[in-house]
């Protein structure tokens, strides 16, 4: 790293880099933003491709490691666009106001707080973080420097997910007790065993690497596939239960979370992968529970992939749309077993009832647009951006729920119940366990973490 910025790092304000009042300054003088994305992946494709729709924006960078990406993500961003293959040099960009981070997971935390401290709001992509003391850096860096911090769970976005969170909210479905979420595939063998070897001439293998481990080059531990690899990722639990628990948090809340156990494995596939193939979280939150369950290896039910379960029906909820179910108003007495044949004396009758009432109205919305939920979802980090207003996916509520999938992960891997407790930030009685909370950073990495001036 050089001194030149050493320097821009630890300044706050000064000739380096701008102060948060003079920043936004510049930002109300001039109602065109400058864009950059760091990392040109399957999500940062989605993401260049989503900005290029808004308005009064100039997408100006996008750093990636690897050169054939890079090219393809210069071309996607238009004619403004400059080519980093260190996305440091990205950030010495001043023209550049907010950047995108969509690299692996590994990188979110600290290109997250690496961007704010150098005066840039941050669009970071879901996981927030790849363990659990990462998240309450982030919140100290990003209010430091004042940073806006919009985290890429874009279905709090969708007009739908909006619809069904005011019908849960307003007790719809009556008081929830229970929800279910699942991710469910079959990719039976699995991704194969290659051989480990000498990275391609086109790849930056020892900083797509970056703040983890040093190992030597596997294409599957790389290049998409990296998500089955604890140095880099929490599998598909980080992953996709992450966007249902985002939705839990944003309509039932995470802050009774009280314990996780989870139980699974890598049963199946056939390959060098490490996180689990199958896996079943169970999340205690106070007066209800919460079920995700994931599977690589075998597909079965998929029809439903989050629902909330009500004293009154139940509710489905997906990208695509929303389904209420009213449950049979059944008296509980005919719904004892035996009883419309009859008890033997003294034990329950039946009680009159209607015929065909239930005991709230089903409903069903198919509205639900994915390409709209990123749209709506970036216009709402640019407008906060411009407004320093709070965006819809904030800081917060994602480092909840980067605490429950940790915590998920920590269980497996211990093979053991562990409970939260929200004022220590902590796993109770539990040394293993929060030994497990945070991680080193590989040099030079962990350098520029202690210059973030971040309390570990």
């Known amino acids: 790293m050089t001194t030149h910025r050493r320097d821009f790092l630890k300044a706050s304000t000064g000739a380096v880099t701008l102060s948060a009042l ?43 490691v690897h050169r054939g990406r890079r090219e393809e993500g210069i071309a996607a961003a238009g004619k403004h666009a400059v080519g980093h293959a260190d996305f440091r040099r990205l950030l010495d960009t001043k023209s550049i106001h907010a950047v995108v981070v969509g690299t692996p997971d590994h990188w979110h935390a600290l290109q997250t707080m690496l961007s704010c401290a150098a005066g840039k709001d941050v669009y970071v992509e ?80 020892n900083l797509w690497l970056g703040p ?128 419309r044949e009859g008890h033997p004396a003294g034990g329950p009758r039946s009680a009159p009832a209607r015929a065909g009432q239930t005991r709230t109205e089903s409903q069903e919305d198919n509205s639900g647009d994915s390409h709209a939920q990123y749209l709506a979802h970036a216009r709402n980090f640019l407008a906060c951006v411009r407004s320093r207003e709070t965006p819809i996916s904030p800081l917060e509520s994602a480092q909840r729920v980067s605490i429950a999938c940790h915590l998920a992960n920590l269980s497996l891997r211990l093979g053991r119940q562990l409970g939260w407790d929200w004022k220590t930030k902590s796993v109770p009685h539990d040394a293993d366990a929060n030994r497990m909370l ?14 973030l001036g971040v309390k570990e």
């Open 126 to 205: 879901k996981p927030l973080t790849l363990f659990v003391r990462e998240g309450e850096w982030m919140m100290q860096v990003a209010a430091k420097h004042r940073r806006i911090v919009q985290v890429g769970t874009q279905q709090r976005s969708g007009a739908h997910y909006h619809r069904a969170r005011e019908l849960i909210r307003g007790g719809r479905i009556g008081r929830v007790t229970s929800v279910r979420m699942q991710s469910v595939r079959n990719v039976m063998p699995g991704f194969g065993r290659p051989a480990d070897g000498d990275p391609p001439k086109e790849l930056d293998w």
């Open 22 to 64: 003079s920043y936004e300054r510049v930002l109300s003088a001039n109602d065109r933003l400058g864009v950059g994305f760091i990392g040109y992946g399957l999500i940062g494709k989605r993401h260049v491709a989503t900005f290029r729709q808004i308005a009064n924006i100039d997408l100006l960078g996008v750093a990636e």
């Open 438 to 451: 945070v991680r080193s950073y590989r040099a030079p990495w962990d350098r520029e973490l202690r210059t």
């Open 212 to 339: 983890a481990p040093q190992r030597r080059y596997n294409p599957n531990r790389c290049l998409y596939h990296f998500r089955w690899f604890w140095d880099y990722s929490g599998g598909q639990v980080t992953n996709l239960a992450a966007h249902h628990l985002d939705i839990v948090d944003w309509i039932l809340g995470l802050d009774s979370l009280r314990s996780v156990v989870s139980i699974g494995g890598r049963f199946a596939l056939e390959d060098n992968g490490e996180t689990p193939d199958t896996q079943d979280c169970l999340f205690a939150l106070g007066r209800f529970n919460a079920l995700f369950t994931m599977r690589e290896c075998s597909l079965g039910n998929p029809s439903a992939s989050l629902e909330f379960y009500g004293t009154r029906g139940s509710l489905t909820l997906s990208r695509s749309g929303f389904r209420v179910y009213g449950d049979p108003d059944v008296p509980p007495a005919n719904q004892i077993p035996g009883v």
